[in-house]
């Protein structure tokens, strides 16, 4: 399987971040559903400072201003673009790949190369370029260097 477009070499630290987010890639979907509700449903703790005058008489569109927020939020956004990044690319990969994601990213063990190769029946090389493969499919679609 090769994912790859073009052959840019990434640095060791995009490599190890790109990697760390297919990690926390559960954690990132829970923050990503925390950021909505916060911003759909906030807290808003703002002091009325028109005392005893009238009516604003301009209408608001609260859910403008929550669509707004929602499309405007940067952490949200970055959240977001990795995530989709990740699903893109996994869904993408034969099944012996999206097994090693499973046994290697999201099964919470840490496992040796040796195991995760055993596992899945594959030499410990083999597993290591699989990785190698989709590491640098993600990060070619997050455009990283």
Do not use: C
């Not at 990740?86 to 999201?106: C, F, G, H, S, T």
């Not at 899945?120 to 699989?130: F, G, Q």
């Amino acid at each position: 399987m090769n994912l790859l477009t073009t052959a840019i070499k990434p640095t060791k630290i995009t490599f190890k971040k790109t990697e760390a987010e297919w990690y926390n890639y559960h954690n990132t979907l829970k923050e990503i559903a925390r950021l909505r509700e916060e911003i759909m449903n906030p807290f808003d703790e703002e002091q009325d400072e028109n005392v005893g005058g009238g009516k604003n008489n301009i209408p608001g569109n609260p859910t403008e201003k929550i669509a707004t927020r929602l499309t405007t939020h940067k952490q949200l956004n970055y959240l977001t673009e990795i995530v989709d990044a990740i699903e893109k690319v996994y869904n993408a990969l034969p099944d012996d790949y999206k097994q090693l994601i499973r046994v290697r990213y999201w099964s919470g063990r840490k496992l040796t190369w040796d195991i995760i190769a055993d596992e899945l029946h594959v030499h410990r090389s083999t597993a290591i370029r699989w990785r190698d493969e989709i590491i640098q499919a993600t990060i070619e679609l997050l455009g990283w260097r």
